[in-house]
């Protein structure tokens, strides 16, 4: 199975700074042939349903505001947060969807400094 | 409205089953796979199943080693419902257990989770 190592696990950031949370895979999850990589965030609050932010490592789900930022490839993944709101404040997970079983990362919560 | 809601959560004692339900709405139902995901108490995320779509040559289950043998999901298009049968039950099968639809990035297998319902609590104790 591929490990997904998220960190920190806890990111205190004041409102409007910017957030940077890393996510590293235990295998390469970059596909030559169609040169993505095969990687989504997520965000989670309570009461609420998981909800898909980023996919292809990159590319912002519809409706995600733009403040959300996903990088990397290969191995080292990010997704920043640029001037953190109040309504940000969740934990963020990364997985990887390029080998069955797709697995996660431990989580970060974002909480406001 | 896109929405999966789950149900059939519930106390258990170990060694017993109980089945899980997820009813969906809002797309086209038996066009994507489906998918099981179960959080712990104050823990991560961990996959526990997929149900494939049915392309016309039947559809493919695949679960990690921690469920295999132990946990079955299946679909019923007509009603557009997933179901997730848990038997042998054990404590740490304990969690907040999700029904996720699959994004389709993959044509079988792992892939991301577009859109997720709010869970169903299963706890296995005596």
């Known amino acids: 199975d591929i490990v997904m190592t998220q960190f920190p696990d806890s990111l205190p950031v004041s409102l409007g700074e910017r957030a940077t949370i890393n996510c590293k895979s235990s295998?390469?999850?970059?596909?030559?042939?169609?040169?993505?990589?095969?990687l989504a965030w997520y965000q989670q609050k309570p009461g609420q349903p998981l909800k898909l932010l980023i996919y292809?490592?990159?590319t912002r789900e519809s409706g995600v505001p733009d403040r959300f930022t996903g990088s990397g490839s290969g191995t080292d993944f990010s997704l920043t947060i640029n001037s953190l709101q109040a309504e940000d404040v969740a934990i963020y997970y990364c997985?990887?969807?390029?080998?069955?079983?797709?697995?996660f990362g431990g989580g970060t919560n974002v909480e406001i400094k | 409205q896109v929405q999966l809601v789950e149900s059939g959560g519930g106390v258990v004692q170990p060694g017993r089953s109980l089945r899980l339900s997820c009813v969906a709405s809002?797309?086209?139902?038996?066009?994507?796979?489906m998918h099981w995901v179960r959080q712990a108490p104050g823990k991560g995320l961990e996959w526990v199943a997929v149900?494939?779509?049915?392309?016309?040559?039947?559809?493919?289950?695949y679960y990690p080693d921690s469920v295999k043998g132990r946990f079955t999901i299946s679909r019923d298009n007509s009603k557009n419902m997933v179901y997730l049968q848990m038997n042998s039950l054990r404590p740490d099968d304990t969690a907040m257990y999700y029904c996720?639809?699959?994004?389709?990035?993959?044509?079988?297998?792992?892939?991301?989770?577009?859109?997720w319902g709010q869970g169903t609590m299963v706890t296995v104790s005596s």
């Open positions: 997985q990887q969807y390029f080998i069955t079983p797709p697995t």
């Open positions: 295998q390469n999850i970059l596909y030559s042939s169609n040169n993505k990589n095969y």
């Open positions: 996720a639809k699959a994004a389709g990035y993959q044509p079988l297998g792992a892939d991301a989770f577009d859109v």
């Open positions: 809002g797309f086209t139902f038996s066009s994507f796979g």
């Open positions: 149900i494939s779509y049915d392309g016309g040559y039947g559809t493919n289950e």
């Open positions: 292809w490592a990159s």
